[in-house]
């Protein structure tokens, strides 16, 4: 019995027209991705099992897809294989403000889950940027970060327990309602971060807080970006935590100042949006005393109105910079890179002398408040001398932040595009065993390679 044949007698949703699957092929990196058999769009963990113990059988490589928000072609779909959709997973299940957890499915959205908990005064605290469109499911198997990073960790400081189909069809359950277990090994995590090649989640029990509600937004514009990384390091050193701290360079700045209407000091090369949560008033005083010791060109204090203008135009940077790169015949490739804070002032400045000597229009944001330093490239797609250099930028970037005591990915996983930069990170440390030790959790999870098969490393 041939898959199509198979998903229809066993009543299975499905799609195999090449225009309805279409918007299933790319995600949102610049790997093309390739047509597959069919969309499977399962209901529950039980068609997920049937399709992937069939799939495991025939030998038919599955690849799963949340949101399709991937920057490193981790959810391009690969020639003839099925693609598992989780977009019909999208109900919350349970909750308990006093147990703290969430339950829900993979497919829902981040905004969605915080649509729920905010009306009942909680947060799931992971915030990326793509949160309107991307999923738990996803942004557990990315282990993403986002705005909220500094305060709060990434992703995997919030998945308590997850349901997950395995390659041949088991359906196992680990974790889940409490904050603290001790059996052996986490089951758990070896999903967080995985990209889709060890199994499929199907649902996931997740801690939550209760929302701040008290910060003051401001923003500091700095001339010198090692000044920015200093204002942030001392921040931190001198016990402040801030609840977000994302910088932008100048390009990003403008774009953030053209959609949120705040006017940009003469003289700024950077800007520092920082959010000071407020149990006690002179907290936000000692940040703004901080920040003025390293001399910043200005210092904004945001209205409320102000505030939450500034936070949607920081969401929709990325975005709004491809917009206007595609104008231009160029797309983005995005180097997503992690150093401890006291590195980042060397490091930035070491990256603009990177991207002066390749002679690369880009522009710098990101998370800076945890370190992460996104290097967006605009590049055209058709030429191969611009992509070749793009890729060697990428290890130089990777380099700068290995010697800096960092990572080489922080928060958008590896996909198709990072896999050397995987094993720079295990040669830099001395440890090609690390691969090694991956590949063989690999076989024992999906011992034919079915899942998101040359994804990570290859087998
Ligand atoms: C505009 C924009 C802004 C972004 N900002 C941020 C940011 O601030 N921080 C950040 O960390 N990332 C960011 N990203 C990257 C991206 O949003 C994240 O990687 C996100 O976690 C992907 O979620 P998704 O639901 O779209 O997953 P997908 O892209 O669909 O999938 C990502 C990976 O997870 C796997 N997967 C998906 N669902 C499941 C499942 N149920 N079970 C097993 N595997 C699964 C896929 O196979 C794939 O390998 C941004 C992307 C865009 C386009």
Not at 46 to 56: G, P, Q
Not at 119 to 143: C, E, Q, R
Not at 213 to 227: I, M, S, T, V, Y
Not at 254 to 273: A, D, F, K, Q, V
Request: hydrophobic share 40%; aromatic share 8%.
């Amino acid at each position: 019995m041939d898959l199509i044949e198979f998903f229809e007698r066993k009543n299975i949703n499905f799609l195999s027209k090449r225009e309805e699957m279409i918007p299933y092929v790319k995600d949102a990196s610049y790997f093309p991705g390739s047509l597959p058999r069919a969309v499977v769009l399962p209901k529950d963990e039980n068609e997920i099992s049937e399709v992937l113990s069939k799939c495991n059988e025939e030998n038919v490589k599955v690849v799963t897809r949340g949101g399709g928000t991937s920057l490193t072609g981790s959810s391009a779909s690969i020639q003839d294989s099925i693609v598992i959709s989780t977009l019909r997973l999208n109900k919350i299940l349970d909750f308990s403000g006093g147990d703290r957890y969430v339950h829900a499915q993979a497919g829902v959205r981040i905004d969605d889950l915080n649509g729920f908990l905010q009306s009942k005064g909680f947060v799931y605290p992971p915030d990326p940027a793509s949160s309107l469109a991307s999923t738990v499911g996803g942004t557990i198997s990315t282990n993403a970060g986002g705005l909220r990073g500094t305060y709060y960790g990434s992703t995997k400081e919030w998945v308590l327990g997850l349901g997950v189909v395995l390659a041949d069809g088991k359906i196992i359950k680990t974790g889940g309602k409490v904050l603290k277990r001790s059996i052996g090994y986490d089951l758990t995590s070896i999903f967080i971060g995985a990209e889709g090649t060890l199994g499929i989640i199907y649902d996931a029990y997740l801690k939550i807080v209760p929302k701040i509600e008290r910060f003051q937004r401001l923003l500091a514009f700095f001339n010198k970006p090692e000044d920015l990384g200093k204002a942030v390091f001392q921040l931190k050193d001198r016990g402040l935590n801030p609840l977000g701290a994302e910088f932008a360079d100048k390009i990003s700045m403008n774009i953030i100042s053209r959609i949120s209407g705040i006017s940009i000091p003469s003289g700024s090369e950077m800007l520092l949006i920082l959010d000071i949560p407020i149990q006690e008033v002179n907290e936000y005083e000692k940040a703004l005393s901080i920040i003025k010791e390293v001399n910043p060109i200005d210092v904004k204090i945001l209205n409320q109105t102000e505030s939450e203008l500034v936070y949607k135009a920081r969401k929709g940077l990325y975005s709004a910079l491809l917009n206007e790169r595609e104008r231009e015949g160029e797309f983005i490739i995005i180097g997503d890179v992690v150093v401890p804070s006291s590195e980042v002032p060397e490091s930035l400045k070491e990256i603009q002398e990177l991207i002066k000597r390749f002679g690369l229009k880009t522009s710098l944001f990101g998370h800076i408040g945890d370190g992460n330093i996104h290097a967006n490239i605009f590049t055209n797609l058709n030429s191969k001398e611009e992509m070749e250099k793009a890729e060697k930028f990428l290890e130089e970037l990777g380099d700068v932040a290995l010697a800096h005591h960092g990572s080489v990915s922080a928060e958008h996983g590896i996909g198709y595009e990072k896999k050397n930069l995987l094993m720079k990170e295990f040669m830099y440390k001395n440890s090609p065993t690390n691969l090694d030790l991956m590949k063989s959790i690999k076989r024992i999870f999906d011992p034919n390679n079915i899942l998101n098969p040359g994804k990570v490393f290859d087998l």
